[in-house]
């Protein structure tokens, strides 16, 4: 779970602005959304066990008519056969209730599940009864579930001529809910883009979707459907790194909302075998392929099963490249193992005529061991001396960071405390408390303190700071200080660059100024250098170090 949280974190914080980067990070989102797929599962039938202990429990027909259609919903790609019954038991609901809206609504339900699950002469009959002008403000979804039904059709259909047939009754469906659908909804947004998009008017489709595309909330499942369609936008404008970044914008939605019944994921995974990543696109037809036998969606089972052979036999040979690359590798490590253990039996000759030539010198050497042994003990003691002052130094610089962190880390806490206070005041709990809580007072003296503190402990470490600062400066440039200052701005942005803190951000926080302003001082006092302005922050660095 916190692998999953952490993968999102940083997906969402590193998101690039380029198209092709913007893919692969894409792609890698999706593997990892693979990779957790049982998180959206769980949360997925978390959903749908609340649902059912509701309806269990529910007694009044209108409550159990909006549960059983949510139910319906939550199942509709996810399991269509549980989506069927959930179709039906609302269907009944509807007709005891006796409300022609209700009752279509169920009807229309009914008769998108059975397009799911190839019951089309079923579908069809229940079109039929639908008597829409009951309920004209459904004449929208009417025309939009006969157009998709005859869309399952045309792409299930055994002929051509029958193909055609129905191919042409779904765009006629489709221009007529057009007309219907309240305008500027998602469902006429999509049915309007839709059209453009078979008259081969992609610039005007993209024009349509892409301004709409950030309205829609995440978890809506027409995210996904919007995203594909611009995909196939711009596979008509022919920009395929923008085709294959929307198909995955697309895919990742679907598989975030545990859809189990969807087109992207396959579309994608073909575009990558073109692309010749084989192992990413075998992956992802054979999740595609699960899911939809999952989802029992036939057309989608049909659909990837003709796509299915190509990927894998392109995967299998794949692996035979790689497990034949991988014999020469050990045929190849094999022969030059041999190779070194000859160069090792060489070596080994050579090392026991090199011995017999250093015993001659053993003499020379242990009279010359006395004198290092001397030499070394003196050196002993002078790199602990070393050692022991490079450690004083070093926790010196580590003492005031850590130092500075926690004062810095005092005065957040007191700023945050004194928000939360104001939030208690302006409720009218305690109304003098008000003003108190309003004054910076407090905080500037608490900083005033801090930077005092700081200033003391800082020029104790390093005393002559402020005169070799100077030095580094154009003499009338050279910083003059009030009597009753230790450091100014000025000197304390050097004195944290002295003290290793090279970041604008961090020193930004640390003395509350923006990162600008911060970067504006470095600048002006570079330009007022004596010597090279690129060397200026170098030298600030050896400030005090002959000292140390």
């Given at each position: 779970m916190n692998r999953?949280?952490?993968?999102?974190?940083?997906?969402?914080?590193?998101?690039?602005?380029?198209?092709?980067?913007?893919?692969?990070?894409?792609?890698?989102?999706?593997?990892?959304?693979?990779?957790?797929?049982?998180?959206?599962?769980?949360?997925?039938?978390?959903?749908?066990?609340?649902?059912?202990?509701?309806?269990?429990?529910?007694?009044?027909?209108?409550?159990?008519y909006e549960i059983t259609r949510k139910l319906y919903t939550d199942y509709q790609s996810y399991q269509s056969d549980s989506a069927l019954v959930y179709a039906r038991k609302n269907f009944q609901i509807a007709k005891n209730l006796n409300e022609p809206g209700k009752l279509n609504q169920a009807k229309l339900n009914l008769v998108a599940i059975m397009g799911t699950l190839g019951m089309y002469k079923e579908g069809i009959d229940v079109l039929n009864a639908i008597n829409t002008a009951s309920t004209p403000t459904l004449k929208g979804s009417f025309y939009g579930v006969t157009r998709v039904i005859y869309g399952q059709m045309a792409d299930n259909a055994s002929s051509q001529q029958e193909k055609e047939k129905y191919l042409l009754l779904s765009?006629?469906?489709?221009?007529?809910?057009?007309?219907?659908?309240?305008?500027?909804?998602?469902?006429?947004?999509?049915?309007?883009?839709?059209?453009?998009?078979?008259?081969?008017?992609?610039?005007?489709?993209?024009?349509?979707?892409?301004?709409?595309?950030p309205k829609i909330h995440k978890k809506d499942p027409n995210r996904a459907?919007?995203?594909?369609?611009?995909?196939q936008a711009y596979k008509q404008k022919k920009d395929r790194d923008e085709e294959k970044k929307w198909l995955s914008i697309s895919a990742l939605s679907d598989l975030q909302l545990a859809k189990k019944e969807y087109i992207s994921l396959r579309s994608l995974a073909f575009?990558?075998?073109?692309?010749?990543?084989?192992?990413?696109?075998?992956?992802?037809?054979?999740?595609?392929?699960?899911?939809?036998?999952?989802?029992?969606?036939?057309?989608?089972?049909?659909?990837?099963?003709?796509?299915?052979?190509?990927?894998?036999?392109?995967?299998?040979?794949?692996?035979?490249?790689?497990?034949?690359?991988?014999?020469?590798?050990?045929?190849?490590?094999?022969?030059?193992?041999?190779?070194?253990?000859?160069?090792?039996?060489?070596?080994?000759?050579?090392?026991k005529k090199l011995s017999k030539a250093k015993s001659d010198l053993v003499l020379a050497n242990d009279k010359l061991s006395e004198l290092n042994d001397e030499l070394n003990t003196f050196n002993e003691k002078l790199n602990l001396s070393n050692n022991t002052l490079t450690e004083a130094n070093f926790l010196k610089e580590i003492y005031i960071g850590r130092y500075m962190d926690q004062c810095s880390d005092y005065l957040g806490k007191l700023d945050e405390y004194q928000r939360k206070l104001n939030v208690l005041a302006t409720t009218g709990k305690i109304n003098d408390l008000v003003s108190a809580v309003k004054s910076k007072e407090y905080i500037e003296n608490e900083l005033k303190e801090f930077y005092a503190n700081f200033d003391k402990t800082f020029l104790q470490l390093f005393p002559n700071f402020i005169r070799d600062f100077n030095a580094l400066l154009i003499p009338e440039e050279a910083i003059q200080l009030k009597e009753d200052e230790q450091l100014n701005t000025e000197l304390r942005i050097f004195a944290l660059i002295r003290l290793?803190?090279?970041?604008?951000?961090?020193?930004?926080?640390?003395?509350?100024?923006?990162?600008?302003?911060?970067?504006?001082?470095?600048?002006?006092?570079?330009?007022?250098?004596?010597?090279?302005?690129?060397?200026?922050?170098?030298?600030v660095m050896q400030i005090g170090a002959s000292n140390k």
């Open positions: 999953f949280f952490l993968f999102v974190i940083i997906s969402i914080l590193s998101f690039p602005l380029f198209a092709q980067n913007n893919s692969n990070v894409l792609l890698f989102e999706i593997d990892k959304t693979i990779e957790n797929s049982f998180y959206f599962t769980q949360k997925k039938e978390r959903k749908i066990a609340q649902l059912k202990a509701l309806l269990k429990h529910t007694t009044a027909s209108t409550q159990q765009k006629q469906y489709r221009d007529s809910c057009v007309n219907f659908y309240p305008t500027h909804s998602t469902p006429y947004i999509i049915a309007k883009a839709d059209w453009y998009l078979d008259h081969k008017k992609h610039a005007e489709t993209l024009d349509l979707l892409l301004p709409y595309f459907i919007i995203s594909y369609i611009i995909s575009l990558l075998y073109e692309d010749g990543d084989i192992d990413r696109a075998y992956t992802y037809i054979k999740r595609s392929l699960d899911d939809a036998v999952i989802c029992n969606a036939r057309l989608r089972t049909y659909e990837i099963s003709k796509m299915l052979p190509i990927i894998s036999e392109s995967y299998q040979q794949q692996n035979e490249t790689n497990r034949f690359q991988l014999i020469v590798f050990l045929i190849s490590a094999s022969f030059l193992a041999i190779i070194l253990l000859a160069l090792l039996f060489l070596i080994i000759r050579q090392m290793g803190i090279k970041d604008s951000a961090k020193i930004a926080v640390f003395l509350r100024y923006s990162i600008s302003t911060i970067y504006n001082y470095r600048s002006q006092l570079k330009n007022k250098s004596a010597g090279p302005r690129d060397e200026f922050e170098e030298k």
